[in-house]
């Protein structure tokens, strides 16, 4: 299978668009009531103005393409990973590089990479483990199935897909499935299932990472040879097992299964027939469908969260590619249209009892929980005290609880909560629902 995922140079004519303006520095939004509001985490830490903001990592790119820069200088090495990935920036720039910002900074990780200085060593702890055992949390793969435990317990057990076939492949993703306390994400989906009746399996102890975390670190390789085999198993799964749907409940295996994937040769071929589905994405369309009704009720004030990866790392650019309508190359516009906003705020307002109050920052406007990018791995403090300014963001609506739609974003909010001392308690959208179905 041939990938093709770009290298710096080939996003040279790219690099050299950014003016430095500095719009890219907050979110805005004309209301009413309007506000603009700090949007870039490596900003907030670093300082805007200094070269660790959206604008002073495209410079780093220059210097990297012109020479100037080498990754030899540990100092370097290490900027070019205090980032989160989380598109804040590119959600604000309306220049021609748009599109290519997230690009841009992942090509220089991978360069970093290729030339034996990245990615930084906790980030290689990762992807050691990814080589050993297929997972980035060094967990043995007996463990990835510890999570189903319960519902064979109960006599409910959940299906072998290896084994039996099923319509739906529920892909759990490894945080949920080693993270303790991610691990009612898998739980609370597998549950919803259940009750409605749905013809799912997993892969058990045969699932593989996604390679989510070794792509947003640079490591093309190790993505390689997990994507590679992930969408080879999908193919098996398509002619063999009657699999018709992949449905995940991690936003950061939604991302590469949908987008990152798409950069392989064989990917049209291989999904055709497959759909790839979030599952707040899958249970809405049920709720729109009168597929799932509601029970009981929940008396909650939450706010919602948008994760990154569930939201504007799903836009659709349209660049004038041949110069047709403005110029070569030109940033024409951007579709939200796959973008999960809607779907998990009218599933969680229509929960008897539940009143949702939003943030300012939401949507494509999002404010990052943090943990993106390598970040949780390569710098723990720094993701947990900017999840911390996400929760007060949180705490400031009256709500009592933040939910959201990502194991990965759940945990990290859970750091922040902690460290600022907050009551707030973190939800997943499926751990609610579970409760009232
Ligand atoms: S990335 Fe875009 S918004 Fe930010 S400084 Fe450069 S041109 Fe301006
Ligand atoms: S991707 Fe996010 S953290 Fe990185 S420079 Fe852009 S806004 Fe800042």
């Known amino acids: 299978m041939e990938w093709k995922i770009p290298s710096l140079e080939e996003l040279e004519h790219y690099v050299w668009r950014c003016t430095a303006c500095g719009t890219c520095r907050v979110a805005y939004d004309f209301g009413p009531p309007p506000f603009y509001a700090p949007i870039c985490p490596a900003g907030e830490e670093f300082g805007f103005e200094g070269n660790m903001s959206s604008k002073g990592k495209i410079a780093f790119a220059r210097g ?7 990754f030899e200088d540990p100092a370097f090495l290490e900027a070019i990973y205090k980032c989160t990935v989380c598109g804040g920036c590119q959600t604000q720039c309306q220049l021609d590089h748009k599109p290519f910002i997230p690009e841009i900074i992942e090509g220089m990780r991978r360069k970093a990479v290729e030339q034996g200085y990245g990615p930084l060593p906790p ?24 999570w189903m435990r319960p519902f064979k317990k109960a006599g409910r057990p959940i299906k072998d897909i290896n084994k039996e076939p099923a319509e739906t492949l529920f892909y759990v993703g490894c945080t949920g499935a080693f993270n303790k306390q991610a691990q009612g994400v898998p739980v609370a989906t597998a549950s919803i299932f259940q009750k409605l009746g749905i013809d799912f399996g997993c892969l058990g102890q045969n699932e593989v990472c996604c390679g989510s975390t070794a792509m947003r670190v640079g490591d093309a390789e190790a ?82 969260h948008d994760p990154c990866h569930t939201g ?45 109050v939003e943030m300012a920052r939401i949507r494509g406007n999002s404010y990052c929980c943090g943990g993106g990018g390598g970040v949780m791995t390569g710098f723990g403090d720094w993701a947990a005290k900017n999840a911390g300014l996400r929760i007060a963001e949180g705490m400031s609506t009256g709500a009592q609880h933040m939910v959201s739609i990502c194991p990965f974003c759940h945990y990290n909010l859970n750091a922040g909560a902690k460290l600022i001392g907050s009551e707030m308690k973190l939800y997943d959208l499926t751990e609610l629902l579970d409760q009232v179905l």
């Open 64 to 70: 990297i393409l012109d020479g100037t820069l080498s």
């Open 312 to 356: 504007r790392h799903l836009n659709k650019f349209r660049v004038d590619t041949e110069g047709e309508e403005l110029w070569p190359g030109a940033y024409l516009d951007v579709s939200e249209e796959e973008c999960l906003y809607d779907q998990p705020r009218e599933l969680l307002k229509a929960i008897p009892g539940v009143e949702l």
């Open 223 to 304: 993505f390689k040879r997990v994507a590679t085999q992930n969408l080879e198993t999908f193919r098996k799964l398509k002619e063999e097992k009657g699999v018709k749907r992949i449905v995940t409940s991690c936003a950061g295996c939604y991302r590469a299964i949908k987008k990152d994937y798409a950069l392989a040769s064989d990917y049209e071929e291989i999904m055709d027939g497959l759909e790839v589905i979030h599952t707040a994405d899958f249970l809405h369309r049920l709720w729109k469908e009168g597929k799932l009704t509601f029970k009981g009720e929940l008396d909650m004030k939450v706010t919602y």
């Open 123 to 146: 980030h290689k702890n990762l992807v050691q483990s990814l080589k050993s055992y297929d997972n980035p949390y060094q967990g043995p793969r007996r463990m990835r199935t510890d």
